[in-house]
């Protein structure tokens, strides 16, 4: 399974592609935000647990992650359409483009953590990097299957499988649910 830095770096992964990417949500259209709302969208996607990176997320920092999220939405993509070719030269781009790299960072009177990112990079590069490499964790290290696409109809929310069977499906319980009243209603229909 995945390590506890992992999860919060795809969970920040899965919630930038969420929040910054048009589609359908929960059976409705979904609007990215855009605009001033942008920034904020982005501060609300990302914990505040990030706190090695300064949160200077103004409207450039913000395109810049509407742009990584673009390009996460697609490795999810592949992964959910079998396509792990497709999938991990995604990511390749991702971490080649985000110049992600480990690094043992010392917090103030705090222990060693990883990080992915440099010293000095902005939030949106740091961010970037740092989801790319949960990523290629994932991809690269037997997990690929736990990325996936919400299997509900009209949404296409992505998710990252941390149960323990990995057969999750949906991006939400509410996806879940709207899926087996629709099941229920169509059988009852038919009989």
Partial sequence: MFDSHAVVLLDHAVSLVNALTDGEARGRPY??????ELPRAVDAAVSHTAAS?????????AAYLVGTARRMREVFRAMQD??????AAAVNGLLHDTGARPRLDRGADGP??????????????????????ALALAVGGG????LGVCRADRCDRVYVDTSRNGARQFCSTACQNRTKAAAFRARKDAG
Avoid: E, K, N, V
Wanted: charged share 25%; glycine share 10%; hydrophobic share 40%.
């Fill in 31 to 36: 609007a990215a935000p855009r605009g001033a």
């Fill in 53 to 61: 990176l300064p949160r200077d997320i103004d409207d450039a920092q």
């Fill in 82 to 87: 079998g396509r792990l070719d497709d999938a």
């Fill in 112 to 133: 060693w953590q990883m990080h992915f990112h440099g010293p000095d990079d902005s939030f949106a590069a740091g961010t970037s990097a740092s989801c790319a490499t």
């Fill in 143 to 146: 997990l690929a299957g736990r």
